[in-house]
C-alpha cells in the first residue's frame, strides 16, 4: 500500500506545500468546470471556483492544525481524507448557503450537488494523491546505495 504507515519519502520531513497547493488547485478548477457543465450553466462556474477555493484553503488550514506536526497533505490518508472531508464539507455548505440566499441562480438541488461533489473531490483530490503515493513508493523500492552503484555502473557502460 503506497501511503501506509511506512512512507519512507515522508520521513524526516514537512509537506511539499508546492505539489499540495498546484495539485488541490488545478483538481477544484476542474471540480468546478465539471460541476458547472453537468448543471449545462457554464455561468456558474466562477462562482463554484471561489467557493472551492475557499473551501479548499479552508481544509489545508483546518487539516494542517489538527495533523501537526507530522503533517503530510500530499498523502492520501490521513491528511488526504482530512482535505477532501473538510473541503466537500465547506463547498457543500457554501453552495447551500449561496443557494438558500439566491446568490446562485439556478442552483439545483443541495443534496444532488454534494454527491456530485463527493465524487469528483475523491476521483481528483484523491486520485492525484495515491499517484504520487504509488511514484514516490515505487521510486524508493529501490535503496540508495544500491542506486548509485546501478547509476555508475550504466555511466561506465556508456563510456566503454
Same mark, same amino acid.
Given at each position: ?7 519512507? !519519502?515522508?520521513?524526516? @520531513?514537512?509537506?511539499? /506545500? !508546492? *505539489? ?15 460541476? %458547472? ?13 471561489? #467557493? ?7 481544509? =489545508?488550514?483546518?487539516? !494542517? *492544525? ?10 492520501? /490518508?490521513?491528511?488526504?481524507? /482530512?482535505?477532501?472531508? *473538510?473541503? !466537500? ?6 453552495? %447551500? /448557503?449561496?443557494? %438558500?440566499?439566491? %446568490? ?16 469528483? *473531490? ?5 486520485? =492525484? @494523491? ?18 548509485? #552503484?546501478?547509476?555508475?555502473?550504466? #555511466? ?5
Amino acid at each position: 500500500m503506497p501511503d501506509g504507515p511506512d512512507r519512507p !519519502w515522508t520521513r524526516g @520531513r514537512r509537506t511539499r /506545500w !508546492w *505539489l499540495v497547493v498546484l495539485a488541490d488547485t488545478i483538481s477544484v478548477a476542474l471540480i468546478a468546470c465539471f460541476a %458547472a457543465a453537468s448543471a449545462h450553466d457554464l455561468a456558474q462556474a466562477p462562482g463554484l471556483l471561489v #467557493r472551492g477555493a475557499a473551501a479548499v484553503v479552508v481544509a =489545508w488550514a483546518v487539516t !494542517w *492544525l489538527v495533523r501537526r506536526p507530522g503533517d503530510h497533505l500530499e498523502v492520501g /490518508w490521513p491528511d488526504g481524507g /482530512w482535505i477532501i472531508a *473538510l473541503t !466537500w464539507a465547506a463547498w457543500t455548505g457554501l453552495y %447551500a /448557503w449561496g443557494a %438558500a440566499v439566491g %446568490a446562485i441562480p439556478g442552483a439545483g438541488g443541495v443534496a444532488s450537488f454534494a454527491v456530485m461533489l463527493a465524487a469528483f *473531490l475523491v476521483v481528483f483530490c484523491g486520485g =492525484w @494523491r495515491c499517484l504520487y503515493g504509488y511514484v514516490k513508493a515505487h521510486d524508493s523500492l529501490v535503496p540508495k546505495g544500491v542506486q548509485r #552503484r546501478l547509476d555508475a555502473q550504466a #555511466r561506465r557502460d556508456r563510456h566503454e
